[in-house]
């Protein structure tokens, strides 16, 4: 496991402990595109 997945599970689990909400993105190989798509897919869910 990197380092920088090891720091994001440890804030995963210490928002989740205290019962913030959170959202989980894997950006994967092609991090703009995947940026690309999670904005509009907000912008699509606000109603803008």
Do not use: N
Not at 5 to 24: K, M, N, V, Y
């Amino acid at each position: 496991m990197t380092l920088k997945r090891a720091q994001a599970l440890g804030d995963l689990r210490s928002l989740r402990s205290r019962g913030l909400p959170l959202l989980r993105v894997e950006l994967g190989r092609a991090p703009s595109k995947v940026w690309a798509a999670l904005a509009e897919a907000a912008e699509r869910a606000a109603g803008s």
